[in-house]
C-alpha cells in the first residue's frame, strides 16, 4: 500500500511539473521559413507560423504550422521535440526540402536545430538547418522570436 501511494505521489509530481513547462502553449513566431542562395551567398526568407507545444511526459512536443505565403509553396506543419527543459530547450525537426540549383531540382533532408528560450510571454531563440548531403548550402543559426497566444 505504501509502495502504491509513493509510486502515485511520484507520478502525480512528475505530471505536475510537465504541464508547468513555461513552453506548453501556442505562440506566434518569426522565423527564416528558408533561404536562397545565390552565388555563395545565403540570404534568409522570413516568415511567420503557429508554433504549438505540449509537454509529453519528459518531452514537448511541438506542431509548427507556416503561415501561407504566396511567394513560396504550401508546406506541411513540422514537428518538433525537445526533452523538457526549462527555461531553455533544444529542438529537433526533420523535413524534406526542395533544391533549385541552375534550374536543376533536387531533394534533401533538413536537419533542424531549434535553441529556444521562454521568458514569461515571449520566446526568442535561433534555428539552424543543416541540409544533408549538401554541406555547402548549411545556414547558420537565424534569429527566432514570438510571442504566446492567449
Not at 16 to 41: D, H, K
Not at 60 to 86: F, K, S
Not at 125 to 147: S, Y
Amino acid at each position: 500500500m505504501l509502495r502504491t501511494l509513493f509510486c502515485l505521489v511520484v507520478l502525480n509530481a512528475a505530471t505536475l511539473v510537465a504541464q508547468q513547462s513555461p513552453f506548453a502553449g501556442t505562440w506566434r513566431i518569426s522565423y527564416p521559413v528558408g533561404a536562397s542562395i545565390e552565388n555563395g551567398v545565403v540570404t534568409p526568407l522570413m516568415g511567420a507560423g503557429t508554433l504549438v507545444v505540449a509537454s509529453v511526459a519528459d518531452s514537448l512536443i511541438g506542431e509548427l504550422t507556416m503561415d501561407p505565403d504566396p511567394e513560396l509553396p504550401p508546406r506541411p506543419a513540422q514537428r518538433l521535440a525537445a526533452p523538457a527543459t526549462a527555461p531553455a530547450a533544444t529542438f529537433i525537426a526533420r523535413s524534406e526540402a526542395t533544391l533549385n540549383m541552375n534550374g536543376a531540382e533536387s531533394k534533401a533532408t533538413v536537419i533542424s536545430t531549434w535553441k529556444l528560450t521562454v521568458k514569461g510571454d515571449s520566446l526568442s531563440g535561433t534555428v539552424e538547418r543543416v541540409l544533408e548531403g549538401f554541406e555547402d548550402a548549411n545556414q547558420p543559426p537565424h534569429e527566432v522570436t514570438g510571442v504566446r497566444q492567449k
